[in-house]
C-alpha cells in the first residue's frame, strides 16, 4: 500500500502540462522575483542581506534568504484554500538551483507548477485548527520547496518521497510573532525554502526520510493538526493545477485584510470620513484571529490589522506602501478605533474556498452605506490581468532599487522560451 507521499508524487507527476500552465507559471514566478527585489527595501531585508554577506551562500542559504526577503512586504502571492504562501517557497528554491546547475528553460516553470501543487495539497489537509498556532506556509512550504527540487535535480519517485519526508519534518513555524511585531514570519519562509533544497540534495544521495511523514503515527498530522482532512492529500480538484488557483495580492498587507479592504474601497468616495460614528467589517473566524487588531504601533502592525486597512482604504481610497507609515498611521487611528469586526456565519462557512467581508458604515446623521466583496481583488476568479501583473513586478522592483526592471520582467517572462532566470547574486546584491 503506498504512502500519502507516494501517491503524492505519482499523483503530481502523472498529469500534463499544458501551454496554459505555462503561462501561469511565468507570472506567478515574476510576482515573486519582484517580491525578493522588493523586500531588500525594508528593515529586516536590510538585516538578511548583511547577514548573507558576512559568510559563504550555497544554493540552500540564498533560496532561505531570497525566500525570507519575498515574504516581508506582505505582497506576495497565496493559495487561498490552503493559506500557504507557495511563490516565496518555490520560486527562491528554483533561481538557486538554477543558478548552481545551469538548469534553464521550461523545467523551471514545470518545477514550480509541482512545488505549488505539493505545499497546496498538504495545506488543504491540515485542517483549520492547524492555522491557529502554526502558519502554514512555514509547516507545508517545506513540502512544496522539496517537490520543486526533487524536480529540477531530476529526482526518481523514491528518492522524492524521501526527500518529502525530510522535508517535512524541518516544518515549523508559530504565529506568537505576531504579538510583539517580530521579524519571525519572514523566517518561516526563507526556512521553507532552504529545507527543501538540503532535503532533495541529500536524497540524491541516498539520504532516506520517513515515508509516513503525513500520515504517520508520529507523524506531521499527527504532531501539528487536531483535525486533519488526510484524504485531500490525493483528492481529486476542480482545477488541474493548484497554480490556477493561487491568489496575487494588488495591497501589501496580510491577505485577511484584503476582502475588507475591497470592500472599503468600492464605498470610499462615498464616505466623509469626518462624519462617521462607527464601522462595522463582517467577515470570518480567520481573519478575526490574525487581524483583529484596532492599535496599531509599526507598520508591520498596520499590515496585520483588518481596523487600521479599513480606515486607511476609507481615508485615502487607495492602498499602497506609504498607508502603512507613520503619518498615515496618525491620520487614521481615530477612525480604526471606530471600527468592529464581527465573525459572520455566511463568510465563516464559504472559509477557505472563499473569503469575503462586508463593511458597513454609519455616519453621525444615522444614513449607513455599506459594500461586499464576497471575493476579493486578485483571487482566480477576479485575477490580475497580465498587464496589472507586470506593473506590479515593476513598481515592486522599483522599490527594490532597480531602476530599470523591464530587462529582468522580460527575462523571467522569456524563461518558457529558454531564456535563464535572474541569477540570485542580482537580488541578493544590496542594490
Keep these: 500500500m503506498q504512502t500519502l507521499s507516494q501517491g503524492l508524487v505519482k499523483l503530481i507527476r502523472g498529469q500534463t502540462i499544458e501551454s496554459t500552465d505555462i503561462d501561469k507559471a511565468s507570472l506567478l514566478m515574476l510576482d515573486a522575483v519582484a517580491n525578493s527585489f522588493a523586500g531588500r527595501n525594508s528593515e529586516a531585508g536590510r538585516k538578511l542581506l548583511d547577514w548573507g554577506h558576512d559568510r559563504p551562500m550555497d544554493a540552500g542559504r540564498e533560496a532561505f534568504v531570497m525566500g525570507a526577503l519575498a515574504h516581508i512586504l506582505e505582497v506576495d502571492d497565496i493559495h487561498r484554500a490552503s493559506v500557504v504562501h507557495t511563490g516565496c517557497v518555490t520560486v527562491p528554491v528554483i533561481l538557486s538551483l538554477a543558478a548552481s546547475h545551469g538548469i534553464s528553460g521550461k523545467l ?28 502554514n506556509t512555514a509547516t507545508c512550504g517545506p513540502y512544496g520547496s522539496a517537490m520543486a527540487a526533487a524536480t529540477l535535480l531530476e ?4 528518492a522524492t518521497m524521501h526527500a518529502l519526508g525530510n522535508a517535512g519534518t524541518q516544518s515549523s513555524g508559530f504565529w506568537e510573532f505576531l504579538r510583539t511585531g517580530a521579524m519571525s514570519k519572514h523566517l518561516h519562509a526563507g526556512r521553507a525554502a532552504e529545507a527543501g533544497i538540503l532535503a532533495a540534495e541529500l536524497a540524491k544521495l541516498d539520504f532516506t526520510g520517513p515515508p509516513e511523514i503525513l500520515e504517520g503515527p508520529k507523524g506531521f498530522f499527527s ?22 488557483d493561487t491568489s496575487l495580492k494588488p495591497w501589501p498587507s496580510c491577505r485577511h485584510t484584503h476582502p475588507a479592504i475591497d470592500a472599503a474601497l468600492r464605498i470610499a468616495g462615498k464616505v466623509d470620513i469626518q462624519n462617521i460614528a462607527y464601522v462595522l467589517v463582517k467577515t470570518y473566524w480567520a481573519a478575526l484571529d490574525v487581524c483583529d487588531r484596532p492599535i496599531v504601533n509599526s507598520a508591520y502592525g498596520a499590515k496585520f490589522s483588518i481596523q487600521h486597512c479599513v480606515a486607511a482604504a476609507l481615508h485615502f481610497g487607495r492602498i499602497e506602501f506609504s498607508s502603512f507609515d507613520d503619518t498615515a498611521r496618525r491620520n487614521v487611528s481615530e477612525c480604526a478605533l471606530k471600527i468592529k469586526i464581527v465573525c459572520d456565519d455566511s463568510y465563516n462557512r464559504e472559509y477557505p474556498a472563499a473569503w469575503g467581508a462586508e463593511v458597513t458604515v454609519k455616519n453621525i446623521n444615522g444614513q449607513e452605506i455599506s459594500a461586499t466583496a464576497p471575493l476579493c481583488k486578485g483571487d482566480p476568479e477576479a485575477f490580475l490581468s497580465e498587464e496589472e501583473i507586470i506593473e506590479k513586478a515593476y513598481q515592486l522592483m522599483r522599490f527594490g532599487g532597480i531602476e ?4 529582468i520582467i522580460d527575462q523571467v517572462l522569456g524563461i518558457s522560451s529558454g531564456k535563464t532566470a535572474p541569477h540570485p547574486a542580482l537580488i541578493l546584491s544590496k542594490g
Design 223 to 244: 504532531a501539528t493538526c487536531l483535525n486533519p482532512n488526510p484524504a485531500a492529500v490525493l483528492q481529486k480538484s476542480d482545477s488541474i493545477w493548484q497554480i490556477h
Design 108 to 135: 523551471l516553470l514545470k518545477s514550480l507548477i509541482f512545488g505549488v501543487e505539493a505545499a497546496s495539497r498538504v495545506g488543504m489537509a491540515v485542517g483549520p485548527d492547524h492555522y491557529k498556532v502554526w502558519h
Design 155 to 158: 529526482l526518481g519517485n523514491t
Design 404 to 407: 530599470k526592471p523591464t530587462g
